[in-house]
């Protein structure tokens, strides 16, 4: 139980981690080019709204339940009911999140995350310079083609992550998250910068603050919270696990607050980043999930300082990516740890297996098994527009299923089965104010809108809602002849057909 007994060492060691977490590919990669298929700032605005109204009391929950649980998920979920006098069942939330969500999760962000790490090396080594659209497209066809190159790629991914881990809080995911948080900052600054020198910064601006209400519908909305799920963390247990670490002399209200806002803050900045490249040389910001991989490469092979710039690009995803994998790893290896009594090391070794070999499904889904479709014989055989290979089948489970029902789970665990004063005494806050406006929104408003965009989500397509414009329209063509890529691309509480 070591993990358990660890605890960050500063606020600031808490703040990175968790700011860490939240801020990864999805954020990067996938926010940006959300944003501008949602309706640029009216995405914007909705998705800051439900960070604000969802995300930020969900966020605020699973930190309290693991701060007074000081366990794994599972067991600060169980340790909370008995104190309440609920039933220990609730702890099954716990499992549901960290170990299939968690895993699940790190599986397939693994691949892509292993993919950024072979185009740093791309990057580098000035593979990209002059490159044409065809040339780029042609590498992103011989990358996911060659299942052993992925392979490869995702193993060393993995190996980072469960070194991290295997290492504790104070000297593994502490100390790395000291070091690389204040880089990636750095980095995304300078690529603001020189966007804003190189590209054209005003088309970007007007492509991701230029309202267009009458594109919110059904699908924005589902897009938007799905966004702030996955963007902040939520519903995969890293929060509790965070939490059980947390000092109590840190309040833990305002340092949700911050953390949300850093998220979001980077979302933005991801934006501005990226768009004013793609507006320079004329490309498709609506690209999709291929927009860093077949569309960047292009803009850093033919800009001034491209391959210096380039190579930063991936870098900052790079890191974004670690410090997100290591937060999906940590819960299920406090679980084995405290549960079977093994060491940290082998309970980060084992829950890294497990996840790299789920990994294969997702790494083979875009080559040798692309064509095979594991649900074809109960009707299933397209999921958001794509077909439903195994990495997308994953992907749904992870992000559409576990994520809003773990997450509506806890909020009605919280709201409605902890006791008000045990939660009161973990936020240290007085009756009334912030802790009455957060704890009608945990029983009452997240509940009901987490419930209403999940049963809305999984409607079948047509049925009153219109879900018919979800998803596949993020999909470019070139992405739908590259499946994997578009594995976690609709990681939203998004539609299903
Ligand atoms: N928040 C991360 C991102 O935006 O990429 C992804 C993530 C990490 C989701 C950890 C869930 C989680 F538990």
Known sequence: MAGAHEQWSSRLAFIFAAVGSAVGLGNIWRF????????????????????AVVGLPVLIAELTVGRRGKLSPTNSIRKLSE?????????????????????????????????????????????FVGVDAAGAQAMVGAYVGSPGTMVFWHFIFISLTV?????????????????????????????VGYAMAAGNFLEALSYLFTPDFSKINGTVLLNAIGQAFFSLSLGLGTMIA??????????????????????????????????PLVFAFGLSPSSGPTLIFEVLPIAFGQMPGGVV?????????????????????????SWFEEKQGITRVGAAIFGGTLAFVVGLLTVFSSNEWQSIIPLASLGVVEINGNPATYAEIISFIVSNLIMPVASLMLAIFVGWYVSRDHLRDELDLPEGGIFELWHVSIKYVAPVAIGVILVWGLMPQGEGLPVEEAAPVEISEEAQSTSDASEIQEISISSTE
């Not at 000297?171 to 900052?185: D, N, R, S």
């Not at 002399?249 to 911050?258: G, P, Q, V």
């Not at 980077?266 to 934006?271: I, P, S």
Request: proline share 3%.
């Open 309 to 333: 710039f380039g190579t930063m690009f991936f870098v900052l995803l790079g890191i974004a990516a670690i410090t997100s994998s290591i937060s999906m790893l940590e819960p299920a290896v």
């Open 242 to 275: 965070y939490g059980a670490y947390l000092p109590k002399s840190i309040s833990i209200h305002r340092s949700a607050a911050l953390i949300a806002l850093a998220d979001t803050g980077v979302a933005l900045l991801a934006g501005l980043a990226i768009f």
């Open 32 to 51: 940006p080019y959300m944003a501008g298929e949602n309706g640029g700032a009216a995405f914007v605005l909705v998705y800051i709204g439900f960070i």
């Open 163 to 191: 070194f991290v881990v295997a290492r504790g809080i104070n000297a593994g995911l502490e100390k790395v998250v000291t070091y690389l948080m204040p880089i990636l900052f750095l980095l995304l600054l300078v690529l």
């Open 83 to 127: 104190e309440s006098g609920s039933s220990s069942k609730w702890g099954w939330i716990g499992h549901l999140a960290s170990l299939t969500g968690g895993l699940g999760l790190l599986s397939l962000y693994s691949v892509i995350a292993g993919w950024v790490l072979a185009y740093i090396i791309k990057t580098a080594t000035a593979t």
